[in-house]
């Protein structure tokens, strides 16, 4: 069984011969211990391949100098981050004076792409996140008062952005890619950032537009969202999410009970406890109670987790190890 079959299969709870598992070594992590990631990802071959964590042939990461990085994206949004290859954060938004949504120029993706016919084009790219994006071209603080306060213009802003992604996900349609990726970071550590309802009124048919085409064309839907938000993950299931990326441990296991065989966990193994402090046994325990409570007999878990460069790199070895001892059947 070949990676790509074995994915689909755990996907759709169609009894993959062993539990898929993904490399996900974040820009810094190989800026910094880049022996390690060649290492680990020749030792462990990962079952997925995602375009914009890997260069084409011939070409190498450039070791950034500065400090405190700043740049503009295509939405005009300024981004800014004071560590080397992390993600950084919007700084300066174009939208911050509604009197700029009139004049704003929406980015058109199929333009950018006749623009550079020759350049390498990232499969993941651009980001389908509604609600970070607003939060980019508006202000975070700002965002949730226009939200707050039922502000009309807010209900412009959220579509013309999703008429934008529309035209990414309608140019990944017609690829041969099985999956479409969109995420929003909802959850704060103890709950969702704005009301159930609201999510509902408001963000879920924003989602539901998304998703509609790619479900059309066949493609599955993957969704991420760090923080707890155990509040809208039925609605996400209901909306035909078949993969989704949560930080369950943070949640706690026994809160995803309820869904454990309706969706396909990507898991997000513990980044706030056991890989950066636990012991490498810690690292495999962990691991195999997440793959008991989350996966089943005919699949639904994927084995991931995004590597920071300030992990152990014997807690790095000890999840792959893990991967491969508790996903083998």
């Given at each position: 069984?070949?990676?790509?079959?074995?994915t689909?299969?755990?996907?759709?709870?169609?009894?993959?011969?062993?539990?898929?598992f993904?490399?996900?070594?974040?820009?810094?992590?190989?800026?910094?211990?880049?022996?390690?990631?060649?290492?680990?990802?020749a030792?462990?071959?990962?079952?997925?391949?995602?375009?914009?964590?890997?260069?084409?042939p011939?070409?190498?990461?450039a070791?950034?100098?500065?400090?405190?990085?700043?740049?503009?994206?295509?939405?005009?949004?300024?981004?800014?981050?004071?560590?080397q290859?992390?993600?950084?954060?919007?700084t300066?938004?174009?939208?911050a004076?509604?009197r700029?949504?009139?004049?704003y120029?929406?980015?058109?993706?199929?333009?950018l792409?006749?623009?550079e016919?020759?350049?390498?084009?990232?499969?993941?790219?651009?980001?389908?996140?509604?609600?970070?994006?607003?939060?980019?071209?508006r202000?975070?603080?700002?965002?949730?008062?226009?939200?707050?306060?039922?502000?009309?213009?807010v209900?412009?802003?959220?579509?013309?952005?999703?008429?934008?992604?529309?035209v990414?996900?309608?140019?990944w349609?017609?690829?041969?890619?099985?999956?479409?990726?969109?995420?929003?970071?909802?959850?704060s550590?103890?709950?969702?950032?704005i009301?159930?309802?609201?999510?509902?009124?408001?963000?879920?048919?924003?989602y539901?537009?998304?998703?509609?085409p790619a479900?059309?064309?066949?493609?599955l839907?993957?969704?991420h969202?760090?923080?707890?938000?155990?509040?809208?993950?039925?609605?996400?299931?209901?909306?035909?999410?078949?993969?989704?990326?949560?930080?369950?441990?943070?949640?706690?296991?026994?809160k995803m009970?309820?869904?454990?065989?309706?969706?396909?966990?990507?898991?997000?193994?513990?980044?706030?406890?056991?890989?950066?402090?636990?012991?490498?046994?810690?690292?495999?325990?962990?691991?195999?109670?997440?793959f008991?409570?989350?996966?089943?007999?005919e699949?639904?878990?994927?084995?991931y987790?995004p590597?920071?460069?300030?992990?152990?790199?014997?807690?790095?070895?000890?999840?792959?190890?893990?991967?491969?001892?508790?996903?083998?059947r």
């Amino acid at each position: 069984m070949d990676s790509r079959e074995r994915t689909r299969r755990a996907i759709l709870f169609d009894r993959p011969d062993r539990v898929p598992f993904f490399h996900r070594f974040l820009k810094a992590t190989q800026l910094r211990r880049p022996q390690m990631v060649a290492d680990l990802q020749a030792r462990y071959p990962g079952d997925m391949a995602e375009v914009c964590w890997y260069m084409p042939p011939g070409l190498v990461a450039a070791k950034e100098t500065s400090t405190a990085l700043e740049t503009t994206d295509v939405w005009g949004c300024t981004i800014t981050t004071g560590v080397q290859g992390l993600q950084g954060i919007a700084t300066k938004f174009p939208l911050a004076d509604w009197r700029a949504l009139d004049g704003y120029s929406w980015p058109d993706f199929r333009s950018l792409l006749r623009r550079e016919p020759r350049k390498y084009h990232a499969a993941q790219y651009p980001l389908l996140n509604p609600f970070e994006r607003m939060q980019d071209l508006r202000g975070m603080e700002t965002l949730l008062m226009d939200l707050a306060e039922g502000d009309p213009r807010v209900y412009e802003l959220r579509d013309q952005v999703v008429d934008a992604m529309l035209v990414a996900v309608a140019m990944w349609c017609q690829t041969d890619v099985d999956t479409i990726n969109f995420q929003d970071d909802w959850g704060s550590q103890r709950s969702l950032l704005i009301r159930p309802a609201l999510w509902r009124s408001f963000f879920r048919p924003a989602y539901e537009r998304l998703f509609a085409p790619a479900r059309q064309a066949g493609k599955l839907i993957f969704f991420h969202s760090c923080g707890t938000n155990l509040a809208i993950l039925p609605d996400l299931i209901e909306m035909g999410v078949n993969i989704i990326n949560v930080q369950h441990s943070m949640m706690g296991l026994d809160k995803m009970a309820p869904f454990r065989g309706r969706v396909c966990f990507l898991t997000q193994m513990d980044g706030q406890h056991v890989l950066p402090f636990g012991t490498p046994a810690e690292v495999r325990q962990h691991v195999r109670e997440v793959f008991a409570a989350l996966g089943t007999v005919e699949g639904g878990i994927i084995g991931y987790a995004p590597i920071m460069p300030d992990y152990p790199p014997e807690n790095v070895e000890a999840l792959y190890a893990a991967y491969v001892e508790f996903g083998s059947r």
